[in-house]
């Protein structure tokens, strides 16, 4: 890609996209060259996409292995060390921000109920981070476009070697016109005019974390009304543990 500036003449940039500092400090020499120099600068990040190109790309033709790897690059990760290295950001300040986070979170879902209903009891494997970080995202938007006091229902079957769980709300459900875009990044469909917050990132991060584990997740407006949200993880049941008098 950097190559084809040759044919039109512009200076080209090769910088790490997952180093924040490196982005920044090659942005500013674009701005500044675009407003001394009234020329563009092409700028190409070296980056890591964790998940698929579409809803319809799973992504399995990378290992598990490979997006870890790149998970420990990973540009927040990265520039939350080098802020704690050089004493900009203490512990403090981390738990503080979480704190944060964790109660605005809190106080969407406390407005509502869940009701979880169980399918087969067997004990299964999987990866817990994944799977509940995506879990996390898919109730808290059932939360932010449910009326208060309504009910989010979250239930999960186990068929084979897939653990599938639903999670469904009581809100106004999706336009068919959103329904192929509602994982895409900052994409925020016709029920959001009526409410203000939100960045349109969070379905899109669930995929993200699903597709690390070859999960899959889609959406679907409920019978009866409302939208419901399917995430099929892969696990290994534990038969084991399943028949032990002991498990």
Do not use: C
């Not at 939350?80 to 809190?106: H, P, Y």
């Not at 409302?226 to 993880?233: K, P």
Request: aromatic share 6%.
């Amino acid at each position: 890609m950097g190559k084809l500036h040759h044919a039109y003449e512009l200076e080209s940039e090769f910088v790490d996209g997952m180093d924040v500092m490196a982005m920044r400090e090659a942005t500013q020499r674009a701005v500044e060259r675009a407003r001394k120099e009234s020329l563009p600068t092409l700028i190409e990040a070296r980056t890591y996409r964790y998940m698929g190109h579409s809803m319809s790309d799973p992504g399995k033709y990378r290992t598990r292995a490979e997006i870890e790897k790149y998970q420990e690059r990973d540009p927040i990760k990265l520039f939350k060390a080098r802020l704690e290295e050089n004493g900009m950001l203490t512990d403090d300040d981390v738990a503080a921000m979480e704190a944060e986070v964790r109660e605005q979170v809190e106080h969407a879902v406390t407005q509502h109920r869940l009701e979880i209903a169980i399918g087969e009891d067997v004990p299964v494997r999987l990866d817990p981070r994944l799977t509940a970080g995506a879990l996390a995202h898919l109730i808290e938007n059932a939360a932010q476009y449910s009326p208060p006091g309504s009910a989010i229902h979250i239930t999960t079957t186990l068929a084979g070697q897939e653990l599938a769980i639903r999670v469904r709300d009581h809100g106004p459900g999706l336009a068919a016109s959103d329904l192929p875009r509602v994982f895409d990044r900052f994409f925020r469909g016709t029920a959001s005019s009526a409410n203000g917050s939100g960045t349109g990132m969070g379905l899109s991060i669930a995929r993200g974390l699903l597709a690390a584990e070859h999960a899959r997740v889609w959406a679907e407006n409920a019978t009866g009304g409302g939208a419901a949200f399917t995430i099929a993880v892969p696990v290994e049941v534990k038969e084991a543990m399943a028949h032990s008098p002991t498990a």
